[in-house]
């Protein structure tokens, strides 16, 4: 279940990465990694502040 996530996540990432370098070069895998650590990073911060939000419950 893991691996698929992670192959989304490096699938997602792959076009991103392309935008700045070039896939023939040879740490295009190391840049798509970091990449991918951005968008986990950004993934987890989106729902902690949608959690977080408040409700409108009045105190």
């Excluded at 990432?13 to 935008?19: E, F, G, V």
């Excluded at 990449?35 to 949608?50: K, N």
Aim: no cysteine.
């Amino acid at each position: 279940m893991l691996g698929w996530i992670v192959r989304i996540l490096f699938a997602i990432a792959a076009p991103i990465t392309a935008l700045f370098v070039s896939r023939d070069t040879l740490n295009f895998g190391l840049i798509q990694t970091v990449v991918t650590m951005l968008l986990v990073t950004a993934i987890v911060g989106l729902v902690a502040a949608y959690s977080g939000r408040d409700r409108g419950i009045p105190h």
